[in-house]
């Protein structure tokens, strides 16, 4: 029984102690957003975190999406309170349909390396889960920036910039 107890003490130990927990409701349009992260300061927040996602209009709470190294900033409000702020770019937080399946998926920077890196999570409306998508997440890490949706089009765009002129647009078609 103790080596149970010690066991998931050590699982779970990140999430126990030292958290800092955000609700935000503004973010998307098909989802309030919680999240618990390790570490902030006067400025951010940054490290080990659990996203926690649930449907406004079913209630229904989606598994965590855990990252190591999730960061966001943080701004004070009229009450001189820290709260979570989304609006800078690039923003630490995307919910957009990357994959065109009416469901809005979700986009955490992961500030493992010097440059902005998203990893991108898809719904799954099978499994009622958001599943890492490393298709899409190679895409933004193989080109170090995040790509725009273009609904219209159903395409992924990428505008790269090498110097003052070089300009490169790339376009993904998503396949279902």
Known sequence: MKFKFLHLLNLFGTFFMAQNHFKINDLSKQYHVTIDIATCNEEE????????????????????????????????DSLQLKKANFDNK???????????????????VNRSSENVIYDIYIFDSIQKQFVINEGMTGLVKENSTMFTVDSEKRRLILQLKSGC????????QVLP
Do not use: H, Q, W
Not at 165 to 172: A, G, H, P, S, V
């Open 165 to 172: 002129c070089l300009n490169i647009t790339k376009e993904y």
């Open 45 to 76: 927040c940054f490290g080990k975190s659990s996203v926690i996602l649930m449907n406004r209009s079913t209630s229904e709470k989606y598994p965590a999406v855990i990252s190591d190294n999730f960061t966001f900033d943080l701004a004070t």
């Open 90 to 108: 690039p923003r630490s937080l995307i919910f957009e349909d990357f994959n065109f399946d009416s469901f809005e998926d979700v986009a955490l």
